[in-house]
């Protein structure tokens, strides 16, 4: 079945320190990859997507390349904020949209 | 607000005894999630509906539950005779079928906890 793998955290970084959040995918055909966050005390939101093979997803300068080759949707970000302290989830869905699959979470901490 | 919003936002409940949760999703919004997420875990999918119907439901939703969305605007979940695994945050989720580039878009509450002991 479909499902996402993603790097175990907790991540700790200092402010303006890059950020690699990896994550991979096992699916049949050409799913819709996703990156969702959740801030302390909020629900989860959509971060950035992709939705065919090497698209390129960006959001509040995140990015995230969807790579078919190695099946990887690796979330990347060149200088990270305290504002950036979150839970990340990599996501994929079957371009139905009916349902979703999601990764373990990274939970980042960035401190000042 | 117009935000997806659930309640309770936290359930304590003994073993046995059944429970309800609210969802109402975004007023415009004809699609509506229910995901489980437990400590350390990712949300795992558990119902879905268009409109008032239920079209898909996960092996995850035993018979002791029970998702309904009557009008097709606010949702509910029941879980009958609790048990100490059913402990988790239940979210939910809405999204607007349409176009493609929305796919993906699912907004969600910020969850109920249940917590049965």
Known sequence: GDSVTQMEGPVTLSEEAFLTINCTYTATGY??????VQ?????LQ?????TKADDKGSNKGFEATYRKETTSFHLEKGSVQVSDSAVYFCALSQNTGNQFYFGTGTSLTVIP | DTGVSQDPRHKITK?????TFRCDPISEHNRLYWYRQTLGQGPEFLT??????????????SDRFSAERPKGSFST????RT???DSAMYLCASSLDGL???NGELFFGEGSRLTVL
């Open chain 1, 31 to 36: 799913p819709s990859l996703f990156w969702y």
């Open chain 1, 39 to 43: 801030y302390p005390g909020e629900g």
């Open chain 1, 46 to 50: 959509l971060l950035l997507k992709a």
């Open chain 2, 15 to 19: 073993r046995g005894q059944n429970v």
């Open chain 2, 48 to 61: 879905y509906f268009q409109n008032e119907a239920q079209l898909e439901k996960s092996r995850l939703l």
């Open chain 2, 77 to 80: 979940l029941e879980i009958q």
């Open chain 2, 83 to 85: 048990e100490q695994g």
């Open chain 2, 100 to 102: 493609a580039e929305r």
